[in-house]
C-alpha cells in the first residue's frame, strides 16, 4: 500500500514537473527574450504576491534588462504574457488593429462589483461603444464648459481651505496627494453629482468624497495584495467575489443618483454639473435606467478622483522640486488671468501652452499609469524591427509598459531630466505619438481625458497664481512606489511647504 501511495506521489511529481517544463520553456520555444526572475508556479509576479513591488516595476526592470528587444516574454504565473516595448507595436494593438485588441485585460466581476462592471474600461462590444457615446457627449467642448462652472466654485472651497491654514502660519506643511484628492473628490460631488463633497470642512467627515475615495484606493496592505492578485488573476475572483468597491460605497452612489434624479426631474431651471448632462441625454431621446446613470456617476467619480489627484500630486512635486519652471509658469498664468479681466476662464485656461507643457512632462515623467494590458481577440502576428515574430492567439494577453516606455533613451533625450520644453511647439513635432500614452491612445484611449486636463489646469492655474509651492523634508527620496495601489504612488508621499506669495 505504501509503495503504491509513494509511485502515485512520484509520477504526480514527474507530471508536474513536465507540466512546469513545458509551461516556463514557452517563450524560449517560441524564440522570444524571457525577463529574469521567474519562479516555478508564480513566474515573475512574486514581488508582487510579497507586495514588494508593484507590478509595474517587474515590468519596467524587464524592460530595462531587454533594452534592444522589440519584445519580450513574461509569465503571470504559468501563463505566458507579451511585453511589447517598440512604438510600432504600441501603434498595431491600439489603433491600427484594435479589432483583434479590442478588450482590456483587467476585468470586474459584475456580481462583486456591479458599479464598476459597467464602466466602459471593462466592457466591450456594444456595451462599451454605448456606455462610451454616453460619456464622450458628457465631455464634449459645448458641455465641458457647463461643468467649468462647477470646477470654479470648488477652486473658490480650495483657495478658502489655504487662506484659512495660512492665517496663523507664514507656511503651510502638507501631503500634496491629500491636499489635491480633497479638490478632485470636490470637483466630482459638484460638478459630478451636484451635491456638497465635504472635502474642505475644517473638520473631518467620515462621508466626505475624499474620505471615500481612500476607502477604495487605499486599501490596507492586505486588502491591496488581495486586490493586485485579483488584477494578475481575475478568473480567481470568479470564486471568491472580492469587491473593489464596498458594499456602502455602492449603496451611497446609488442613493445620491436615485434622490437626485427624482429632484431634478421636477426642477424647471437645469444645473451645471454631470447628472444633469445625463437628463438632458435622456429628454433627447436615450432611455436610461438608476442602474446606467448610477454606474455613470461612479465611472465619472473613479476616472476624476484618482488619476487627476495623482497627476496633480507628481506634477506638484515636480514644480517644488524646479522652482525655475514654477517661476514661469506662474507668470504665465498670472499674465493670462490679467488679460481676461482678472478671471479665470474656461478660454484662457486653453492659451496656457507652457501649462500643457508641465503637465505633459510631468505625465511622462511619473506615469500614473504604469502599464497597459490588453486582450488577443483575433489572432495577430507581431514583428519587430530587430527580427523578433510572434503570432499571437485569441486569449493571449499583452503588456504595453507606459511608464518605461515614458523613460526610453529611444524615443526620449535626457528620459531622466524633467524637461518641459521637450514639448513646446518647436520640439514637440519631433515626439513619437506612442511613445507618449498618458491616456492610452486609440478607439480605447481615455474618454474623460479633457475633464480631467480641465480640472488639472484649473486647480494648477489657482494655486499658482497666489502661492508658492518649497519642497519639505519629509519627502523620501528617490521614491520608492507602493506595491498595492491601482496608481503609481510615492511611499510616505510627496510633501512641500506652501505659502502665500
Known amino acids: 500500500m505504501a509503495s503504491a501511495f509513494c509511485t502515485l506521489v512520484a509520477g504526480a511529481l514527474v507530471l508536474l514537473c513536465f507540466y512546469l517544463y513545458a509551461k516556463f520553456t514557452y517563450w524560449k520555444r517560441h524564440g522570444i527574450p524571457t525577463a529574469k526572475g521567474w519562479y ?15 507590478v509595474f516595476e517587474v515590468i519596467t526592470q524587464a524592460c530595462k534588462d531587454n533594452k534592444d528587444c522589440s519584445m519580450i516574454g513574461f509569465y503571470k504565473g504559468c501563463k505566458p504574457v507579451l511585453i511589447i516595448r517598440e512604438a510600432e507595436l504600441i501603434k498595431s494593438v491600439l489603433q491600427n488593429n484594435f479589432s483583434n485588441f479590442h478588450d482590456n485585460g483587467l476585468k470586474i466581476e459584475p456580481d462583486a462589483d456591479p458599479l464598476l462592471a459597467k464602466n466602459p474600461f471593462f466592457n466591450s462590444g456594444d456595451t462599451w461603444m454605448l456606455g462610451r457615446k454616453r460619456l464622450t457627449y458628457a465631455f464634449s467642448n459645448t458641455r465641458l464648459k457647463i461643468l467649468f462652472a462647477g470646477i470654479c466654485g470648488v477652486l473658490k472651497k480650495f483657495e478658502n481651505f489655504l487662506e484659512r491654514r495660512l492665517k496663523s502660519n507664514t507656511r503651510y506643511e502638507v501631503e500634496l496627494k491629500y491636499l489635491f484628492s480633497k479638490f478632485t473628490a470636490e470637483v466630482v460631488a459638484n460638478a459630478g453629482l451636484g451635491v456638497e463633497g465635504l472635502c474642505f470642512e475644517d473638520k473631518e467627515h467620515a462621508t466626505a468624497f475624499d474620505k471615500i475615495g481612500e476607502t477604495v484606493f487605499k486599501p490596507s496592505l492586505i486588502q491591496g495584495i488581495l486586490g493586485q492578485l485579483i488584477i494578475l488573476f481575475p478568473g480567481v475572483n470568479s470564486i471568491c467575489k472580492f469587491p473593489f468597491v464596498q458594499k456602502d460605497i455602492d449603496h451611497l452612489f446609488r442613493k445620491i443618483v436615485t434622490e437626485n434624479l427624482e429632484i431634478r426631474r421636477k426642477e424647471s431651471t437645469p444645473r451645471n454639473d454631470f447628472i444633469q448632462l445625463m437628463i438632458d441625454l435622456e429628454k433627447s431621446g436615450d432611455s436610461l435606467d438608476i442602474e446606467t446613470v448610477a454606474s455613470d456617476a461612479f465611472s465619472f467619480y473613479t476616472d476624476g478622483y484618482e488619476t487627476s489627484s495623482a497627476t496633480l500630486n507628481f506634477t506638484g512635486y515636480l514644480l517644488a522640486a524646479y522652482p525655475a519652471v514654477q517661476e514661469k509658469l506662474r507668470n504665465e498664468v498670472k499674465s493670462t488671468i490679467e488679460k481676461h479681466g482678472g478671471e479665470l476662464t474656461f478660454e484662457s485656461l486653453k492659451e496656457m501652452t507652457y501649462m500643457d507643457q508641465v503637465i505633459k512632462e510631468s505625465q511622462r515623467y511619473y506615469s500614473v499609469v504604469g502599464f497597459l494590458s490588453k486582450l488577443c481577440t483575433e489572432e495577430f502576428e507581431f514583428k519587430g524591427s530587430d527580427g523578433l515574430s510572434y503570432r499571437a492567439t485569441p486569449g493571449s494577453e499583452v503588456y504595453i509598459p507606459t511608464y518605461a516606455i515614458h523613460r526610453d533613451p529611444k524615443y526620449w533625450t535626457d528620459p531622466d531630466v524633467f524637461d518641459p520644453e521637450r514639448f513646446s511647439d518647436e520640439r514637440k513635432q519631433t515626439i ?57 504612488s510615492p511611499v510616505g508621499g510627496c510633501w512641500v511647504y506652501i505659502s502665500k506669495l
Open 40 to 54: 516555478p508556479l508564480v513566474g515573475h509576479v512574486l514581488p508582487v504576491i510579497t507586495a514588494r513591488k508593484h
Open 432 to 488: 513619437e505619438k506612442m511613445a507618449f500614452l498618458p491616456f492610452g491612445e486609440g478607439p480605447r484611449m481615455c474618454v474623460g481625458m479633457r475633464m480631467a486636463l480641465l480640472q488639472i489646469k484649473a486647480c494648477l492655474a489657482g494655486l499658482l497664481r497666489s502661492y508658492k509651492l518649497e519642497l519639505s523634508p519629509k519627502t523620501k527620496l528617490p521614491f520608492k512606489f507602493s506595491p498595492t495601489t491601482l496608481v503609481v
